[in-house]
């Protein structure tokens, strides 16, 4: 079973940077496929970016693509989300989610494990 613990969210203005990161309790956390989604209020949750087990492979929505950055330390067992350039529409529920398998597809249903969330509000 993998526990997964967001941080980093907050209040910030349209523009500006935040880092997100998410910590997994497991030790064979390198062998996990992880992700990053997010749900805004009375939408659905949405696939944001992914990243392989050892960083090799990336994909990421078009909405966010040259504005967010995803990376891991399988050494401190952390993935996270560098995200710039920071849009009202940004504003959500974002979720580490983490997978076995050697690359997963988007949809959130083909994932295994997630964290609890951390809210990212950008105010315009």
């Known amino acids: 079973q993998v526990q997964l613990v967001e941080s980093g969210g907050g209040l910030v203005q349209a523009g500006a940077s935040l880092r997100l990161s998410c910590a997994g309790s497991?030790?064979?956390?390198?062998?996990?496929?992880m992700g990053w989604f997010r749900q805004a209020p009375g939408r659905e949750r949405e696939f944001v970016a992914a990243?392989?087990?050892?960083?090799?492979?990336?994909d990421y929505a078009d909405s966010v693509k040259g504005r967010f950055a995803i990376s891991r330390d399988n050494a401190k067992r952390t993935v996270y989300l560098q995200m710039n350039s920071l849009k009202p529409e940004d504003t959500a529920i974002y979720y580490c989610?983490?997978?076995?398998?050697?690359?997963?597809?988007?949809?959130?249903?083909?994932?295994?494990?997630w964290g609890q969330g951390t809210q990212v509000t950008v105010s315009s």
């Open positions: 497991v030790r064979t956390f390198s062998s996990y496929t």
């Open positions: 989610a983490a997978d076995l398998r050697t690359w997963v597809q988007r949809p959130t249903t083909l994932w295994d494990y």
């Open positions: 990243i392989s087990w050892n960083g090799g492979r990336t």
